[in-house]
């Protein structure tokens, strides 16, 4: 149990520090700044991704690119495409960094929301077009709604892919969450190390938190029980 005394004595070291609760490098300024970096490279991707998936899901057409992107996300790198933006982009701004992670990030939205579109009951898209709506009204009142619980899945997975990466982007010189644990093995300072862990662990735990809440907010009952019943 060795092991296990050590860990909450590198927490309760790390928590238990005035130092680390304020000032640039505190814990409050480096959470802040890894949900500015989370917050706008998943924001962008779901601008990105989330229009371009009902539209492919819709008319059918582009459905290679999807499966291109998905394929793409597998076998990029995280670490190799965040360095290669910053060695080509510098370090002027957190631009470098932002632009791979809306990358990795698209195409978890863009997967779940073509197939969210894509698996709408045939029968209920056709009753829609009987009843006298467009293509546009069709799919907004109709093929969203039923594909929402799968768009967001597709951002809740993104989101919490996010918070991870952007702490390995600490490595290429980024602010956040991630500067805790990079400091700490370059100083040996486990208890930063572990503290900036649990940290990470914790944001993404309420990000997951949130998404279910928002699931359960914005999908329609309906739909939800018919996914029970599935």
């Known amino acids: 149990m060795s092991w296990l005394t050590a860990f909450f004595g590198w927490l309760t070291e790390f928590f238990g520090n005035g130092a680390n609760w304020s000032g640039p490098d505190g814990i409050p300024m480096r959470l802040l ?20 998936g009902l539209l492919i899901g819709h008319t059918g057409r582009g459905e290679v690119l999807v499966a291109v992107t998905a394929n793409l996300a597998r076998a990029l790198p995280t670490l190799g495409l965040l360095v290669m933006f910053v060695l080509l982009l510098g370090t002027a701004s957190s631009w470098p960094v932002i632009i791979p992670l809306v990358l990795l990030s698209v195409p978890p939205i863009l997967v779940n929301t073509f197939e969210g579109i894509k698996g709408v009951d045939p029968e209920l898209r056709d009753a829609a077009y009987g009843m006298g709506l467009r293509g546009g009204q069709v799919l907004g009142q109709v093929l969203v709604p039923v594909a929402l619980p799968l768009i967001l899945l597709g951002c809740r997975l993104s989101a919490i892919q996010v918070v ?8 290429t010189g980024l602010g956040g969450l991630g500067r805790f644990v990079i ?9 930063s190390v572990v503290g900036g862990s649990v940290l990470v662990v914790l944001f993404a735990l309420v990000v997951q938190i949130l998404f279910t ?17 599935r």
């Open 33 to 52: 700044e890894h949900l500015e970096f989370s917050a706008l490279a998943l924001a962008l991707a779901v601008v990105i991704a989330v229009p371009l």
């Open 164 to 171: 991870a990466t952007t702490t390995v982007a600490s490595y």
């Open 183 to 191: 400091d700490g093995f370059a100083t040996k300072d486990y208890a």
């Open 213 to 229: 809440l928002a699931q359960r907010v914005t999908v329609s009952p309906g739909v939800s029980r018919r996914l029970k019943v």
